[in-house]
């Protein structure tokens, strides 16, 4: 059998996999373009999780009280937590995760948009995790049907934290807006800021997605960005009525014939310079990344240097 045709019997082989929902797992064959692809993705997603520490982190001393402060330094510790199974997952690919810190760095790897907001105010840490964390387990519970066996597995853990962050982001907003009017205004103002950049989170309409089409059809993504934005819209909607706030987007209207809401349009001219690099805090973010890694050197070297020498005395012993 030539080579060609080798070739092309795996790759049969990998699509009846992929259609008989049997998980890929790393020492499986896989097309180049499929590893690629999911290193892509997954790399950017550990990102996400690691870059995404720093706006709450920010207000770790600000928090109004001891018990608020304790819920959210476990938040954030979850997020580290999000990041090094992805890593994981990733490195599983044949990526070093040096390689991947260098693309983060260097500015080559994407990180979720909305990490590039400031956050301004103690409700920004509500609305983050409402909406934000929100916006993620929608993206994420679909995910747990990826193909790839590690990165469906890290998604089911990571989905149960991310329902505990949803909810204290909630209850951060229902005690804010139960409180006084200053509060409230407070409120609002946060989910004004945070609504559209949540909507942003899925990515371009699935018109303008570049990877959607072969990521479907490998079972990498189970649901479009445009559908996944769609349940994120329609859930938020009489979440927003709840919370008795107004709701941002003046053209939301429930469509009866397609049962879901039909909304306003994204402002994709700022989607596409926050992740060209001129968001708010793009600069400041990865600045504070590369300043925490080179402060953290220590830490891996001592690392290495244990090992190795856990590594000797093995061989001494044997
Ligand atoms: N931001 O072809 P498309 C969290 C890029 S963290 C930035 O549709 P794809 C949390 C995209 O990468 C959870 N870039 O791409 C943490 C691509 O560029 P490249 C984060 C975006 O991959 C701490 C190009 O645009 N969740 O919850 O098929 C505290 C074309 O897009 C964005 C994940 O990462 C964006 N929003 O679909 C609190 C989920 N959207 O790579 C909370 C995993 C698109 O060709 N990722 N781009 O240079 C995914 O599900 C998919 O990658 C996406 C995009 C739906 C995001």
Redesign the pocket.
């Known amino acids: 059998m030539s080579s060609e045709k080798n070739i092309s019997l795996q790759e049969q082989q990998f699509m009846d996999k992929i259609k008989a929902e049997e998980k890929i797992e790393p020492k499986d064959w896989m097309p180049e373009k499929y590893r690629k692809n999911l290193i ?2 997954i790399s ?2 550990a990102h ?2 690691v870059i ?2 720093q706006p ?1 982190g920010n207000f770790l001393t600000r928090a109004p009280s001891l018990r608020r402060k304790a819920i959210l330094l476990s938040k954030i510790q979850d ?1 580290a937590g ?1 990041g090094l199974y992805l890593y994981s997952a990733a490195e599983t690919l044949g990526i070093t995760r040096e390689e991947m810190i260098e693309a983060l760095q260097s500015g080559q790897a ?5 990490f590039n907001y400031p956050a301004l105010t103690w409700a920004d840490m509500g609305a ?1 995790g409402w909406l ?2 929100g916006a ?1 387990i929608v ?2 519970v679909s ?1 747990q049907r990826t193909s790839y066996g590690p990165y469906s597995r890290g998604m089911i853990r990571i989905c149960k934290e ?1 329902s505990f ?1 949803q909810r204290q982001g909630y209850d951060i907003m229902l005690t804010l807006v139960n409180g006084s009017a200053e509060q409230k205004a407070m409120a609002q103002d946060s989910l004004n800021r945070f609504y559209w950049p949540a909507l ?5 309409h699935d018109s303008e ?4 089409a072969k ?1 479907m059809e490998w079972k990498i ?1 189970r649901e479009t ?1 445009d559908d996944l934005r769609q349940k994120f819209i329609d859930q938020t909607a009489s979440q927003i009525e709840f919370l008795g706030l107004e709701h941002p987007d003046k053209d939301l209207k429930w469509n009866e014939e397609r049962g879901h809401y039909d909304s306003g349009e994204i402002d994709w001219e700022e989607f596409h310079s926050v ?1 060209a690099g001129n968001g708010h805090c793009n600069r400041q973010r990865l600045e504070h990344h590369i300043k925490a890694h080179e402060e953290g050197a220590w830490v891996r070297e001592a690392l290495a240097a244990y090992n190795a020498k856990k590594q000797a005395n093995k061989a001494k012993a044997a």
């Open positions: 892509r993705q950017q997603h996400s999780e995404g520490m709450e997020e999000h994407k990180y979720a948009s909305i983050i934000v964390d993620a993206n994420q995910l991310e962050h942003m989170m899925f990515g371009p997605s570049a990877h959607s990521s993504k960005n992740i």
